[in-house]
């Protein structure tokens, strides 16, 4: 049986369609996905990500043990509030999960995690700690919202405690603030700005119908997942996972080598890559042709095969886009077997779309 957040009542209420995602009970849309991508792109959307996974980690080994875990490097979390996106990554250098890590306070961090690989995150974080000093708390009591716009600040800021409202539209981007157990980070998975905000259960769910209220629209993974491909953001599973390293996904920014003797778990594996030479990329694709390209689809250019990882259709460019694996050497054009039949498309650098912005509609192709 699926799991369900707080707010899965308001979804029934609401006619959202549910659908079972990482062994939860989600809306996929209300009344059309398309509208609730446009909402996010204009104005201000709201999604409920409660079956993301919050957790607290407390004790003096804290920051010793993140040197450990992760590959980017928690070192450069110089004050409490900053954040830090990373990868946690196995000895063969693949990527066990994609999280963003705060610091609180001294030796005291809250990391959000993905919903699908909670089991095996958990483990493998209580696995590497060993015999570390440290407390992993997972925070189950807690409820998540993204609010993604460019109105989602002000519009949620308003509706804020007094204490939280500047600090709250001071914040840079991948920077946090809390107050009375109300956590606010200037984040999100759209390529929009807005905040992600974590509070107990019950203050959730009523900050979620005020902030409908007010005129933020609700929308489900479908708009979810346009958006986030249109930024060009990875999602774990497709674009990458425990067996590809962040290296060949897009993610080598995330990895930190230096200081040269920081030996996080993955890291020989990494250095090796480097040493040999990669052979394929992850990159963006631009469909020229007519159809709609989707994960597992066949890529065919001038230096070798590869593979969509992720692809759909772009509301916002009004053509269909991917994230592809690709031979490293692979530029200029190639052709996507959709169907059976070969389509042209177009390999580009990713982001396609970001703050309401196309970026590569009339870029040149990828040097």
């Not at 043990?65 to 693949?94: E, H, I, T, W």
């Not at 610091?103 to 919903?115: C, K, S």
Request: with cysteine; charged share 25%.
């Amino acid at each position: 049986m699926a799991h369900q957040t707080p707010l899965y009542a308001d979804h029934v209420a609401n006619d959202a369609r549910i659908v079972e995602f990482g062994g939860w009970d989600m809306p996929l849309q209300y009344v059309s996905a398309l509208a609730e991508h446009h909402a996010v792109r204009q104005s201000c959307g709201i999604f409920d990500v409660s079956h993301m996974t919050v957790v607290d980690l407390t004790g003096p080994d804290s920051t010793r043990f993140l040197m450990r875990l992760l590959a980017n490097d928690p070192g450069k979390l110089r004050s409490v509030g900053q954040g830090l996106y990373s990868c946690m990554l196995n000895d063969a250098g693949g990527v066990v999960d994609d999280l963003i890590v705060y610091r609180l306070g001294d030796n005291v961090y809250r990391l959000i995690i993905n919903a699908a690989t909670r089991v095996q995150d958990l483990g493998w974080m209580a696995r590497v700690a060993d015999r570390d000093d440290i407390v992993i708390r997972h925070r189950d009591d807690l409820l998540m919202i993204a609010v993604q716009g460019p109105k989602a600040r002000e519009l949620a800021a308003s509706l804020l405690a007094e204490e939280l409202q500047a600090p709250a539209l001071a914040l840079r981007s991948f920077e946090c603030v809390r107050h009375d157990h109300v956590f606010v980070a200037r984040t999100g998975y759209t390529g929009e700005d807005g905040f992600e905000i974590v509070l107990p259960a019950e203050a959730g769910v009523v900050l979620w119908r005020e902030l409908a209220a007010a005129g933020a629209v609700r929308c489900g993974l479908g708009a979810r997942d346009t958006l986030r491909l249109e930024a060009g953001l990875n999602l774990y599973g497709q674009d990458m996972d425990a067996g590809t390293s962040p290296l060949v996904s897009a993610l080598g920014w995330t990895v930190a080598l230096d200081p040269a003797d920081r030996q996080f778990r993955g890291r020989a594996a990494l250095e090796k890559q480097k040493a040999e030479g990669l052979s394929e990329k992850l990159t963006g694709l631009v469909l020229e042709d007519r159809g709609i390209m989707r994960h597992g689809q066949r890529v065919i250019t001038a230096t070798g095969e590869g593979s969509i990882t992720s692809g759909g259709f772009s509301p916002t460019m009004e053509r269909s886009i991917a994230l592809a694996r690709l031979p490293i050497a692979a530029t200029g054009t190639c052709q996507v077997d959709i169907r059976g039949v070969l389509r042209k498309a177009r390999i580009v650098k990713p982001p396609f779309v970001r703050l309401g912005r196309i970026l590569v509609d009339d870029a040149p192709v990828q040097k």
